[in-house]
């Protein structure tokens, strides 16, 4: 017998306020105890928030759901102190194959270059994501309020607080909030209380999953194949996950009956045209879903923000989801941090939509070009898709359009309204807006990374020039300054490769890590200038 995952109870707890019959107004309530939920929690508690997470369930996501966990977000869990256990309980890959029939047409690779701390992806389950995440919160002293069996049935905006009603097994009670974060899903139900909906494109197709426990030599690798042997003229998508479980989805068509497709007897014969009929497996969870492109028009309302598939769907392939919403989290912590101090003015959270809509706009584009390539409704369509697999064979050119779903990555805010244009030339990828690229580097002598040194505050990067200061006081926001070649070494130069660097090369980086400006000389005028600039000041 093959071993399955066991799924934790937690205890519904009534709180003091509830027990008392009185309301206590806190300053971050966050809806949803999934991955977003939770991140968005330990994120808040770690700048010194505390917050209160309500879920309507008492347990971890039943079922894989999310999978795939991609560089950026897995960078993000590792700032706040525990991708580690994410990374050693999962599995490691970079390197995908595409198959049509029995033939390999394309293969990629996710991270070619050297010198990165995080891989470029990891599969691992969400239940087991999750409890990281609910383990780790424990560690913030009590700034991480989880209350399970708590469902939001009314909200209130007051404009100055927030109110909400909340049920649970002792019966319904309110509390109030600064600040609302809605990461309760794709069906969210804080987006219902506001009469909110989506807009975009639901696909007319239907996959099954099936995650299958089993030993089996497959390479930890993803692969896809386009009209295989076992599943014809639909496609089939192979991965590993932890503690040997496999995901696999088969593309059933928009005719399939859901209900009989999840049935076992359904299920097993398809499992078995692909694996063989001697491997031994067990089914863990087996799903049949339909999949959207869409999104609301905006993220805030007020005092409620919507993060992940609350504010936004799009299809599976790509693991765009979860990686997506982490990001949503981080680009609000920070923003909301500095406002509730008084040291921004509310109009900086306007720029969670400016800046997250327009991800998720970049989202949902690569998304629905890979679900028309999969799957596509016209004749010209297919014509295309096959033509490009025929090309794709033999030459090298046809091979990037192969899209079986174009992994996550961070979306560039090329034109945020809190960057600092450039009056320099640069070469390279690092434009205001953009993600910091990490890099080896070391410190008195001990190796690290760069991403370890910019932390979750604003920095100020030198290369091989002191301005004979450690930090500026930008009107109450500080900012670190960190000199290559007095704080830190470029351990193997790709500091200086990915950043473009010369003597007096400075970088401004956002609490989030992105590049908020750049220079080629150190100039603290024009550095004040940015920080108040990226701060809507």
Known sequence: ?????????????????????????????????????????????????????????????????????????????????????????????????????????????????????????????????????????RTYGGKVDLRWKHRVTGLTDQGDHVVLTVDTPDGPFTLEADWVIACDGANSGLRALLHRDFKGRAFQDRFLIADVVMKAD??????????????????????????????????????????????????????????????????????????????????????????????????????????TGVQDVDNLSWKLKLVMDGLAPERLLDTYDEERVFAADDNLLNSTRSTDFITPKSAVSRAFRDAVLDLARDHTFARPLVNSGRLSRPTPYGTSSLNTPDEDAFAGAMTPGTNAADAPITRDGAPGWLLGELGDGFVALVADTDPGVAAIDVDGIPCRVVVVGRDIADAKGRLAERYDLKPGTTYLFRPDQYVAARWRAFDETRLRAAVNRAVAR
């Open 1 to 137: 017998m093959l071993k399955t995952y066991s799924f934790p109870q937690f205890d519904y707890v009534p709180s003091a306020e509830q027990r008392a019959g009185t309301v206590v107004r806190h300053p971050v309530v966050v809806v949803g105890a999934g991955p977003i939920g939770l991140t968005t929690a330990i994120d808040f508690a770690a700048r010194g928030i505390p917050v209160v997470v309500l879920d309507d369930n008492n347990t971890v996501s039943v079922g894989s759901r999310a999978v795939c966990y991609a560089k950026r977000p897995l960078e993000i869990w590792d700032r706040l102190g525990c991708a580690a256990p994410m990374i050693d309980k999962g599995i490691v890959w970079n390197l995908g194959k595409v198959f049509r029939d029995r033939e390999l047409v394309y293969q990629f690779d996710l991270l070619p270059e050297e010198d990165h701390k995080i891989p470029a992806f990891i599969n691992l389950q969400q239940y087991y994501l999750e409890e990281i995440i609910i383990d780790h919160a």
């Open 218 to 323: 497959f390479p930890t690798e993803r692969w896809f194949w386009f009209n295989p042997p076992f599943h014809r003229n639909q496609s089939v998508l192979l991965h590993k996950q932890a503690a040997d479980v496999w995901r696999i989805d088969f593309q059933l068509g928009w005719d399939a009956d859901p209900e009989e497709e999840k049935k076992p007897e359904r299920v097993i014969p398809r499992l078995k045209a692909m694996l063989g009929e001697d491997t031994d497996f067990e089914l863990e969870w087996v799903s049949v879903y339909q999949f959207a492109c869409r999104r609301m028009e905006a993220f805030r309302h007020g005092r409620v923000f919507f993060a992940g598939d609350s504010a936004h769907q799009v299809s599976p392939f790509g693991a765009r989801g979860a990686n």
